[in-house]
């Protein structure tokens, strides 16, 4: 099944959702509003991250919308508005947002981008709610993109709905032996500055590949930034491995693609980290990466998913694990915001705030784009996942863990 890229014009969905939320929507919800928050990368090499976060929560909300709005606690109806602000994956400047959504009448939070930047932010919420000795911000987040595993136990206002990358690159393992048993060496680049790409090659790939039986015979680093690689990949030609392996996000990644075409140097795989699993990535260099498997928890391969990827494109955002993890969110917000009786009035916001965490804590499954996500009680999220081969024009699934 292939996956293409985005596709669309903003402009006319503005327009003809607009158009047909006015019509649809009763009086008393154009008077009330529910404020959710979002926070992200929108500056750096980074940025599509949290600008598809954004197309997708923004997508999310409209639908919500256009369907009637969420249901409050006195049966009138509100409609979603959501905030979205950049954090260019900068501590300080992620910590000060989240200071401003606490002070504001936001009743949760989307986000963020980057682990260096969540795992601070969650450590500033009250760890256990209804402490009142711990003045720690007491406003859910549920957070959508950063990978770093373990983050959502920090605090009980704390909430992730991230694949486990351990699972997915031991299964994908176990499936390359399966593809091709005459596969026995890896090497791999890395981006050494970006928390997700390193530690993951580091504390996931690479060990869960040698425990398979592949022999690790190097790797080499970058920055996310770097845009010259000729020296590594100069290294990486010279240790010929079977397999090569590149911890990296979209704009290095392309980079070290182009110059491995370039040098003319075409190993017998290529696995890729799970953010390199975007329609992105083929419209940068999808001849290049030609071949090379990723695993992921989304592609569109059934009809929910496939609107969700349609609706965030109409709003300038690739779909991709990260960016629909925020769709999912957001249905499960609206989810508990109904459960749990949120008022949705001014005076009512802190209130509101606890309903919406209880409501996230006592969830055992929500909906999935792929399926059915099992819920931990640690607040995070069980996944189905695939694998998806790059193609010129897109990703092709070749292999789903839900058949």
């Not at 909300?61 to 049966?75: E, K």
Request: contains cysteine.
């Amino acid at each position: 099944m292939a996956i293409n890229s985005r596709s669309g014009s903003v402009a006319s969905l503005v327009a003809v959702l607009a158009g047909a939320l006015f019509m649809a929507q009763p009086a008393a919800a154009e008077q009330r509003v529910i404020k959710i928050s979002g926070f992200g990368a929108e500056s750096g090499v980074l940025s599509s991250f949290g600008t598809n976060s954004e197309a997708a929560m923004r997508a999310a909300s409209t639908l919500i919308n256009r369907a009637g709005g969420v249901r409050l606690a006195d049966g009138t109806r509100a409609r979603i508005e959501i905030e979205y602000r950049d954090d260019g994956c900068d501590v300080e400047r992620g910590l000060a947002t989240l200071a401003e959504f606490a002070k504001s009448d936001s009743l949760a939070v989307v986000g963020t981008t980057c682990s260096s930047v969540l795992k601070p932010v969650f450590e500033s919420l009250q760890k256990k709610a209804g402490d009142a000795s711990d003045d720690g911000f007491q406003i859910p987040i549920f957070a959508d993109v950063a990978m770093r595993k373990g983050l959502a136990g920090i605090s009980d206002w704390a909430f992730r709905n991230i694949p486990d990358e351990v699972q997915l690159y031991e299964s994908l393992w176990d499936w390359m032996k399966e593809q091709d048993a005459t596969l026995k060496t890896v090497y791999a680049g890395v981006e050494e500055n970006q928390v997700h790409a390193n530690l993951t090659w580091n504390k996931i790939i690479k060990i869960s590949g040698a425990a398979a039986g592949y022999e690790v015979v190097g790797d080499d680093t970058w920055f996310v930034d770097t845009v010259d690689f000729t020296k590594e990949v100069e290294k990486m030609k010279a240790a010929n491995a079977d397999v090569v392996v590149i911890s990296a996000h979209p704009f290095t990644g392309c980079g070290v693609l182009r110059e491995m075409a370039r040098q003319d140097y075409r190993p017998k795989a290529v696995i890729g980290l799970t953010s390199l699993a975007t329609p992105e990535l083929i419209e940068k260099c999808g001849a290049e990466a030609d071949g090379m498997v990723v695993p992921t928890s989304f592609a569109p391969i059934n009809e929910q998913a496939r609107a969700a990827a349609e609706a965030t494109a109409q709003f300038n955002g690739y779909a991709d694990l990260h960016s629909m993890a925020a769709w999912e969110n957001i249905y499960a917000i609206k989810q508990v915001i109904e459960s749990e009786g949120v008022q949705g009035r001014p005076e009512t916001v802190a209130q509101d705030r606890e309903r919406i965490r209880v409501g996230l804590q006592k969830l055992h499954t929500m909906n999935g784009l792929l399926g059915e996500i099992d819920r931990t009680d640690e607040g995070e999220s069980v996944k189905r996942y695939v694998f998806v081969e790059a193609h010129p024009d897109g990703w092709q699934v070749v292999y789903d863990s839900g058949s």
